[in-house]
């Protein structure tokens, strides 16, 4: 009868328990709709997110409004996940957008996977 080496066999579970530990494969969370309001000299932003919350183990934790080079100009936090709210719209006010920007991007982020590669772009009208 073969025996596996202790070594082989320790080394197994590392890279099993790392592989399953991986917020690569927490899903990210998914910004569903952006709506921009300009008051006076600063924007609000209403963004609607999607995201599998779980629960304070994994949930949507925040989004910003980035300019076209990625230079954060606002981020909204949001404290507490939204279980049984999906999905779900937050907002941000006072957003100072320098002059003659054209287009922003909008990024979500969860406590597990942090910031979703994927960003909305928005018009500003």
């Known amino acids: 009868m ?15 328990s790392a592989f399953l530990a991986s917020p690569a494969f927490a899903d ?3 910004i569903e709709k952006v ?19 779980t629960g304070w183990d ?9 300019d076209m080079n ?15 709210e999906q999905p779900f719209t937050r907002s941000l006010s006072g957003v100072a ?4 920007t054209t287009q922003v991007q909008v990024q979500a982020r969860d406590n ?4 979703a590669e994927d960003t909305m772009v928005i018009d500003l009208n």
């Not at 597990?112 to 910031?115: A, D, K, Q, S, T």
């Open 35 to 53: 709506a921009a309001t300009r008051s006076g000299d600063t924007w609000r932003f209403d963004v609607t997110i999607r995201h599998p919350d």
């Open 2 to 16: 073969r025996r596996d080496n202790p070594y082989i066999r320790a080394m197994r579970y590392v890279i099993l």
């Open 70 to 84: 990625g230079n954060e100009l606002g981020m909204r936090v949001l404290h507490h996940p939204h279980v049984d």
């Open 112 to 115: 597990v996977g942090g910031w």
């Open 97 to 100: 957008i320098p002059e003659g």
């Open 28 to 30: 990210p969370p998914t």
């Open 58 to 66: 994994d949930y949507a934790d925040g989004w910003r409004v980035l």
